[in-house]
């Protein structure tokens, strides 16, 4: 994403994007760790500190789009993206289909089950999808406009 | 910030689109575009590329009275 030569606003607006994700990290973890301590376990073993690393991935990478960061055009970079927004539909739409299946409840012993957890990531790998898609259809009708 | 009229102007004078001037530049059009809506203040080596592609000085272009 990043190999393309970014120009000196991409750069300041690329620092602050990293700034976000460092700080929402270390709050969400510094939470997370807080309810550890508390005995609430929301998911089983170290899934929790996973899901927040892939949420802040997830956010950076969301910003880099909206802060026009990503070379949207590119081809390489709209089939990563259209990889995403398939890999997060296929997904969310299996663990949805096992979770019917299984019929256990969202909460199994008080932690967030395993198929909730894979439709929250794949919520958010087409997140990231989603975000492209709208930035990419604004910035065709600024384009047009101007 | 103020909009940067002298620069669009002076880019519409040349028939050139923001990224056509971007190009030229070697930056992205949304950096252009900031730069024209007064969002951004360019480094003097970027303004210093503007003013040789669109052929005018810096005073020109950038110095405000």
Known sequence: ?146 | MAKNLRLKAARAALDMTQRDLAEATGVSRQTMNAIEKGDYYPSVKLCIEICKVLGKTLDELFWEE
Not at chain 1, 25 to 45: D, F, M, P
Not at chain 1, 121 to 133: C, N, Q, R, S, W
Not at chain 1, 139 to 146: I, L, M, Q, W, Y
């Open chain 1, 1 to 146: 994403m990043l190999k393309k030569r970014l120009d000196e606003l991409q750069l300041l607006k690329r620092g602050i994007v990293f700034k976000h994700g460092l700080f929402t990290l270390v709050a969400l973890l510094l939470i997370n760790a807080l309810l550890y301590s508390q005995g609430i376990e929301w998911v089983s073993g170290k899934w929790g500190e996973l899901i927040i690393v892939f949420f802040v991935i997830v956010l950076c990478n969301i910003e880099f789009i909206y802060y026009d960061i990503s070379p949207l055009g590119e081809r390489r970079q709209k089939y990563l993206i259209f990889f995403c927004g398939l890999l997060g539909a296929t997904t969310v739409i299996a663990c949805t289909y096992e979770l019917v299946m299984e019929d256990t409840g969202i909460i199994v012993d008080g932690k967030i089950n395993r198929n909730v957890l894979g439709i929250l990531f794949g919520i958010m790998i087409l997140a990231i999808f989603i975000a492209y898609m709208l930035k990419a259809k604004f910035n065709t009708k600024r384009e047009d406009n101007e």
